[in-house]
């Protein structure tokens, strides 16, 4: 159980595009989800909080106007750059909590790895 | 910010325990610890987590020291399929996971 996906898993597109990436918790309902980037040899870092049917939490320094975050049930996020530049090629990956009861843990997608050319 | 330190990286033999250290000195009462794995090119996986006392599960075992300023992650018997990074995060109830650089395990055949 708690199955976490993100579609798709790997994007390339061309420079001032907008790039939408979804995550879905497939098998339980999660209340707060989760976006981080990952560079290369680099680790994780937390972009925001996504809470459903409200606005989403920016950590300090990442451009809210440039990720739009959308979380509009209970099983789907979607992050989208929008203007997507070269220097946001990374690798995107989404997390969710457990609505209700349950461990307090996260669980975590596959990634999208986003190419900008 | 991460509020741990982890070796870089370490190498195990297969086969044998891996023991992967981690400091956490400033710690509060209520957070616990968890670790995550990452196999390259996937997402984070959890492994384990606690508070005070030692834990175990299929994958590891988890031993925190008395004044819970460090602890041990234990895969008991390593295979290659342990080879990823493996974080040390230490986290409030609820709150948000900040992974510091983690420890790049290598088993070796």
């Known amino acids: 159980g708690a199955v976490v996906s993100q579609h798709p898993s790997r994007v390339i597109c061309k420079s001032g595009t907008s790039v939408k990436i979804e995550c879905r918790s497939l098998?339980?309902?999660?209340?707060?989800m989760f976006w981080y980037r990952q560079f290369p040899k680099k680790s994780l870092m937390l972009m925001a909080t996504?809470?459903?049917?409200?606005?989403?939490?920016?950590e300090q320094g990442v451009e809210k106007d440039k990720f739009l975050i959308n979380h509009a049930s209970l099983t789907l996020s979607t992050l989208t750059v929008t203007s997507a530049h070269p220097e946001d090629s990374s690798f995107y990956i989404c997390?969710?909590?457990?609505?209700?009861?349950?461990?307090?843990?996260?669980?975590f997608g596959p990634g999208t790895r986003l190419t900008v050319l | 910010d991460a509020k741990t330190t982890q070796p870089t990286s370490m190498d195990c033999a297969e086969g044998r325990a891996a023991n992967l250290p981690c400091n956490h000195s400033t710690i509060s009462g209520n957070e616990y610890v968890y670790w995550y794995r990452q196999i390259h090119s996937q997402g984070p996986q959890y492994i384990i987590h606690?508070?005070?006392n030692n834990e175990t599960n299929e994958m590891a075992s988890l031993i925190i020291t008395e004044d819970r300023k460090s602890s041990t992650l234990i895969l008991p018997h390593a295979t290659l399929r342990d080879t990823a990074v493996y974080y040390c995060?230490?986290?409030?109830?609820?709150?948000?996971?900040?992974f510091g650089t983690g420890t790049s395990l290598t088993v070796i055949p």
């Open positions: 606690g508070l005070k």
């Open positions: 995060i230490v986290r409030v109830p609820l709150g948000q996971f900040y």
């Open positions: 997390s969710a909590r457990l609505a209700g009861g349950g461990p307090d843990t996260q669980y």
């Open positions: 996504s809470n459903e049917g409200s606005k989403a939490t920016y």
């Open positions: 098998d339980f309902q999660a209340t707060t």
